[in-house]
């Protein structure tokens, strides 16, 4: 007997945010698209969140619980990947929340325009109630030639403002992505106790097998500032990371006829 395949999956991390994960969950629950799954990986939490992950789990028949060790966001997200049976896949944080249609939205454009991956907006909140504000105009904008594939890709980098057309960001969360671009091209996110940003390392390999991808100036995706996402001190090992991910930034982009001496750009 042939299992349902949902139409979405997404794949929460969760470490920790028992404060916040009530409101993520809520605005995955309130979805208007429903034929969907959503996968929390309990990576090694030490406060409420695993019995909370479970209770979830043990109400919504759609929700599945992955419970492991400690090992980061990226692990994480990766071990949410190998469970995901969507034919397309979302990551949110669990300490941050989403639009009611953000994901009956990005779908029907990603089947009208047969994108590859499709990315919006967030805006950024704290508890104390600021927020940045919202969009909610704004045409999408479709890449899918060579050219544009590759200031997508330098752009996710650095972006001067002649370029502005090809800044669409490099979170993984304010995405989402076709699952057989990911299995064509076996993605995975890599560690961010290595690299200092998993998310663009990510975003590089999918945009190195992605033919189309499409961008939506939307404010869909809600994303929470707290104090300890703010670097207080100088970290060294971030210093490390930060050369790593260089190095391995200008192997790819080299690799792939991106060098310096292939375009002035």
């Given at each position: 007997m042939n299992r349902h395949q949902p139409t979405v999956s997404i794949?929460?991390?969760?470490?920790?945010?028992?404060?916040?994960l009530d409101e993520c969950m809520?605005?995955?629950?309130?979805?208007?698209?429903?034929?969907m799954e959503i996968i929390l990986v309990?990576?090694?939490?030490?406060?409420?969140?695993p019995s909370m992950c479970?209770?979830?789990?043990?109400?919504?028949?759609?929700?599945?619980?992955?419970?492991?060790a400690n090992q980061g966001l990226g692990m994480a997200r990766n071990s949410g990947l190998e469970a995901a049976t969507g034919r397309f896949v979302a990551f949110v944080d669990s300490d941050d929340f989403v639009s009611p249609s953000t994901y009956s939205t990005a779908v029907r454009l990603m089947e009208r325009k047969n994108l590859d991956l499709v990315k919006f907006t967030c805006n950024r909140f704290t508890d104390t109630g600021d927020k940045e504000p919202e969009s909610h105009d704004?045409?999408?904008?479709?890449?899918?030639?060579?050219e544009d594939i590759r200031l997508l890709t330098l752009c996710i980098f650095?972006?001067?403002?002649?370029?502005?057309?090809?800044?669409?960001?490099?979170?993984?969360?304010?995405?989402?992505?076709?699952?057989?671009?990911?299995?064509?091209g076996?993605?995975?996110?890599?560690?961010?106790?290595?690299?200092?940003?998993?998310?663009?390392?990510?975003?590089?390999?999918?945009?190195?097998?992605?033919?189309?991808?499409?961008?939506?100036?939307h404010t869909l995706y809600h994303y929470r500032v707290t104090p300890d996402s703010l670097t207080q001190?100088?970290?060294?090992?971030?210093?490390?990371?930060?050369?790593?991910?260089?190095?391995?930034?200008?192997?790819?982009?080299?690799?792939?006829?991106?060098?310096?001496?292939?375009?002035?750009?």
């Open positions: 794949v929460v991390p969760v470490y920790n945010t028992a404060r916040y809520h605005s995955l629950l309130a979805q208007t698209l429903t034929d309990d990576d090694g939490s030490t406060d409420r969140s479970d209770a979830y789990a043990a109400a919504h028949p759609n929700v599945k619980v992955i419970h492991k704004g045409e999408p904008v479709i890449y899918s030639t060579p650095d972006a001067p403002r002649t370029m502005e057309r090809y800044d669409i960001g490099g979170s993984s969360c304010m995405a989402l992505y076709r699952m057989d671009l990911i299995d064509r076996n993605i995975r996110f890599k560690s961010e106790r290595e690299y200092i940003s998993e998310d663009y390392l990510f975003n590089l390999d999918c945009y190195g097998h992605a033919s189309r991808i499409g961008y939506l100036p001190r100088i970290d060294r090992d971030s210093i490390r990371r930060d050369e790593a991910f260089s190095r391995h930034v200008a192997h790819e982009l080299i690799s792939r006829g991106y060098g310096p001496e292939s375009r002035n750009y």
